[in-house]
């Protein structure tokens, strides 16, 4: 696998690891350069006497070093890629040393446990008591939300933009006490509106009766498809464990393009959003990973990599979360402009549709879309195509600057997340090259 140099940067665990890493990206570094389809491994001559012996897994992207330093990955490991990426001509290709087999053997020993571990089955008496004692408790806290948002709704809306940081505290505090966090995080949603803004009022009467109707469908969970009800569960914070996931979700074999990625800050936990596209069955995953500070993810998922690998979808309506049941290598890139993908804003927009139709909880929808371009009218940035439709863009700055720059008022593909008043963009594809565009994400 070859890994360009904007794909390693996204690896590093700070800027400054970028830079030691590009000063180690010199043969003169490097007595011992080597290379398999498996892995990239080498000697880093430092201030010791002994070098570090660095290796890198290509097919599962991993790390290991002799140094001391505690990031992830270190800067030699980042130096060992960088120069792979410029200079791949200056490894020696060949069967990997003892050293390099052991760390690969053992690292795909363990993955080997954790699948068989995954695929036991639940024990589904005890999990039932379990879900019984929650769901009396949680039924308490949806009571105690709807007459909250009653009383919030009879006082009225517009003094909410002065008390908003203090309002939504409590109950959102009372929605973790009853089992409920997907409501909390209802709440905490609507604290984070930007009511410095013009939406503000379609934004927190929207938010409201989201979440009055997930808690109303709550209280009548046993009347409803069951599909609907794994939906609304999950809504209001019950977790579907991985083995349940892996034993009776939908499991979906395909070549899976990473046509985006990007981060939320919750706390001191980060929230990383990979979003996939199957090449063959056009259909999208998001893949979520949960990492505290200094730990390395479960998987390093490239923007613009393709991964072959078996998913697994979580249980709900139209649902698009997945687990990754089995990685079997990586592919070569491509541009998705086969199945699922739209040729103008119309189709997208009828997929837009069609899925806040079937579920209307849905905030943000995953399209991709062929022949548009951006454009600016009265400061704001806007998609359009050869039909002249027009979609709203939010963007951040620094997005907008590297679109227009990459683009040039020319046609493009893009990945786009399809909400209410207006999309986001995350990546593009223009002239064979693909570019991402996504920034951190704040809700």
């Known amino acids: 696998m070859q890994l360009s140099e904007d794909q390693i940067i996204k690896l590093a665990p700070d800027a400054a690891s970028v830079k030691a890493g590009k000063g180690l990206a010199s043969v003169a570094k490097w007595v011992l350069r080597g290379a398999s389809d498996r892995a990239l491994w080498g000697h880093c001559q430092g201030s010791g006497k ?19 330093s505690h990031k992830f990955p270190c800067k030699h490991s980042l130096g060992l890629l960088f120069l792979h990426a410029s200079r791949p001509d200056l490894f020696m290709i060949g069967e990997e040393p003892d050293w390099v087999k052991e760390w690969l053997e053992k690292r795909a020993g363990k993955a080997a446990e954790k699948k068989e571990k995954a695929d036991k089955p639940v024990d589904a008496e005890a999990q039932a008591k379990r879900q019984e004692a929650r769901h009396k408790k949680v039924l308490n806290g949806v009571d105690d939300l709807q007459g909250w948002l009653k009383d919030l709704v009879r006082s ?21 006490d009853a089992q409920a966090p997907g409501l909390a995080g209802m709440m905490r949603q609507l604290q984070e509106i930007h009511y410095f803004g013009e939406d503000w009022k379609y934004e927190l009467t929207a938010g409201v009766s989201r979440a009055y109707l997930v808690s109303e469908s709550y209280k009548h969970l046993d009347r409803l498809p069951l599909e609907w009800q794994d939906e609304i569960r999950t809504l209001v914070g019950y977790p579907q464990t991985k083995e349940d996931v892996l034993a ?51 998987m390093a998922l490239l923007p613009g990599s393709v991964v072959v690998a078996d998913v697994v979808y979580y249980k709900g309506v139209a649902s698009t979360r997945v687990l990754f049941r089995e990685q079997k290598g990586t592919g070569e890139p491509f541009i998705p ?61 620094g997005c907008k600057l590297k679109g227009f720059a990459v683009t040039g008022g020319r046609e493009f593909t893009g990945f786009f997340l399809a909400g209410e008043r207006s999309w986001r963009v995350l990546s593009l594809w223009i002239e064979d090259k693909y570019y991402t565009l996504s920034n951190e994400y704040n809700g």
């Open 248 to 298: 009776n979700g939908e499991q979906v074999s395909d070549e899976w393009l990473v046509v985006a990625s990007e981060s939320q800050q919750q706390d001191r936990l980060t929230v990383e959003y990979n979003w996939l596209y199957g090449r063959l069955s056009g259909r999208y995953a998001l893949f979520l990973q949960f990492l505290v500070p200094g730990a390395l993810a479960e």
């Open 156 to 176: 009225g809306l517009l003094n909410v933009p002065e008390r908003a940081q203090s309002l939504f505290a409590g109950i959102s505090k009372r929605m973790i």
């Open 50 to 68: 002994n070098p570090y012996q660095t290796q890198v897994d290509l097919q599962n992207i991993a790390f290991k070093c002799s140094c001391p």
């Open 337 to 397: 402009l086969g199945k699922g993908c739209c040729t103008g804003i119309a189709g997208a927009m009828q997929i837009y549709r069609e899925s806040v139709t079937r579920n209307p909880f849905t905030y943000e929808v995953p399209v991709l879309v062929s022949g548009v371009r951006f454009v600016i009218h009265e400061k704001q940035v806007w998609i359009t195509d050869r039909d002249e439709y027009l979609v709203p863009l939010t963007v951040g700055e």
